[in-house]
């Protein structure tokens, strides 16, 4: 599966929402639980279907919600955690994730 431009980004930006989240509830020593691995895949078979694909809108704006409920509020609660921290250790992909946020959803 290869994602590039903007998708690869959202995918790098999810990579280390998760890893946080994991280090922090579920694997202490670095590596992702199955669980998280398991969600990082699912994210990477979503976004290389997204029907957008370069024109993606951030997926709190996105008409169409490609995760099935389970998984969509499972980001929901990673990000909640780990968004914040985001700001520390990884700056620049939370600052480009913040502005793909103010972008317009074009139908």
């Known amino acids: 599966m290869h994602l590039s431009g ?3 980004r959202e995918y790098r930006t999810l990579q280390a929402l998760v890893a946080c989240y994991c280090a922090d509830h579920h694997s202490p ?3 992702l639980c ?3 691995q398991d969600l990082l895949a699912y994210a990477a078979r979503r976004l290389a ?3 957008f ?3 993606k809108p951030s997926c709190a704006k996105c008409p169409v ?7 969509r509020e499972r980001v929901r609660m990673i990000m909640r955690y780990a968004g914040p921290k ?7 992909l939370a600052l480009l994730h ?3 946020g103010c972008r317009r959803v074009r139908p």
């Open 29 to 31: 020593e670095g590596a």
């Open 86 to 92: 985001m700001l520390w250790k990884h700056p620049f």
């Open 53 to 55: 694909q370069k024109k």
């Open 34 to 36: 199955s669980e998280c």
């Open 65 to 71: 919600h490609c995760y099935a409920p389970r998984q």
């Open 6 to 8: 903007r998708l690869a």
């Open 98 to 100: 913040l502005l793909d």
């Open 49 to 51: 279907r997204c029907p």
